[in-house]
Every structure is written in C-alpha cells, then in structure tokens.
C-alpha cells in the first residue's frame, strides 16, 4: 500500500470502527485534477446505506479537518462485495479455498496477472492453484487481488 494509503487507513479506520463496521480496505485513484477516495466496510450482519451514510458523514468531517488529500476529491463508501476486493494477508486467509485474480506489481515467473483457486496463506505468501499448477507469489508484490464470485 503506497504511503498516502497508508496514513488514511491508520486515520479513517478508527472512525470506521467507532460507528460498528470492520474497515475493509480502501483505494485512492488520482483522475487528474480530482481523486476518488474509495472506502470498504464490512459488517457481521451485513452493511446497509444507513451504515454508509454514517461512515461517509464521519469520514468527510475527519477530512475536512485533517485534508489530507489536496484538490478536489470524491468520497464513496460500500461494502466489498462479492467480488471484495482482498488487502491485507488476513483477507487472503479467510478467503482460502475461493477463486481469486491478482496483478502484481512486477512480473513474476514471467507474468504479472493470475487468477486461480486459493490454496493456502503462509508466511508472507499466498498460494494459488492454476491448472494444475501452484504457484507461490509473495503478498508484498501483489498490487491488487480479489475475489471471483461463483454464479
């Protein structure tokens, strides 16, 4: 996670938290003169638009104070998804058994996108199974990865 990402986490998930929701993740894409500041929440019970209004409301204040992103910017806040985007090596654990695409930042083996069964977290390595093939690829390279839904 890039250190702009790095410090919103560590000041937006306690507010997350404050209201009763798991702070998922979140992503911060630049579009030019305008950012969009994506945030994802989970809830046991699942997340509602009053949970999303609630976090959107908190966030915004703590921005307006902190304003730790310069120019103009658009704030959403969901929940993952089916298709939950995975973060943290804890995301990769719970999801273990599920089928997954990740890109990574830099080619491994001679490629930088995979997309396969998740067979196991160890260390700090995630395991996928593709075609009878397991590969081995390091958390710190994966630059994005998520969950393919069964339908």
Same mark, same amino acid.
């Given at each position: ?66 304003? /730790? ?10 929940? /993952?998804?089916?298709? &939950? ?17 990740? &890109?990574? &930042?830099?080619?491994?083996?001679? &490629? ?25 690829? /390091? ?9 393919? /839904?069964?339908?």
């Amino acid at each position: 996670m890039a250190g702009k990402e790095t410090r919103l986490e560590k000041m937006l998930a306690p507010v997350v938290e404050s209201l009763g929701c798991e702070f998922w993740g979140l992503e911060l894409r630049m579009q030019g003169k305008q950012s969009l500041l994506r945030i994802f929440i989970e809830k046991e019970a699942g997340v509602g638009v009053e949970d999303c209004e609630n976090v959107s409301r908190q966030v915004s204040a703590v921005l307006d104070v902190e304003d /730790p992103i310069s120019g103009e910017y658009t704030l959403e806040v969901s929940s /993952p998804g089916m298709d &939950r985007p995975l973060f943290t090596l804890d995301h990769f654990t719970r999801f273990v058994g599920e089928h997954v695409s990740l &890109r990574l &930042r830099t080619a491994f083996d001679g &490629r930088r996108n995979f997309s396969g069964k998740l067979t196991a977290v160890e260390d700090d390595e995630v395991i996928l199974l593709i075609d009878a093939e397991e590969y081995i690829l /390091p958390f710190e390279l994966i630059d994005k990865a998520q969950v393919v /839904p069964k339908f």
